[in-house]
């Protein structure tokens, strides 16, 4: 194939995903559920200090990365 149409495939891809991730952080605020303080967060609160971990969140956004890469490997072929 010709490398400048791969080169414009990823640019367009990596203009929809900038443009997702633009979109997603300027109506986040408004969804009911946001990154980070999802059902089954880890958080706990004791009287000297407080643990959060962000377990739910950090799997759904292993899956989403997960599948923009296997998109931007299956548009590579």
Do not use: E, H
Not at 33 to 62: H, N
């Amino acid at each position: 194939m010709d490398p400048l149409r791969d080169f414009g495939k990823s640019l367009i891809l990596l203009g929809l995903v900038v443009a997702g991730l633009g979109g997603a952080l300027f109506f986040g605020a408004r969804l009911p559920l946001r990154l980070g303080r999802l059902p089954g967060d880890i958080a706990v609160q004791g009287r000297r200090g407080s643990f959060y971990f962000p377990i739910v969140t950090c799997i759904l956004l292993s899956v989403g990365l997960s599948l923009v890469m296997w998109l931007i490997g299956w548009l590579r072929r």
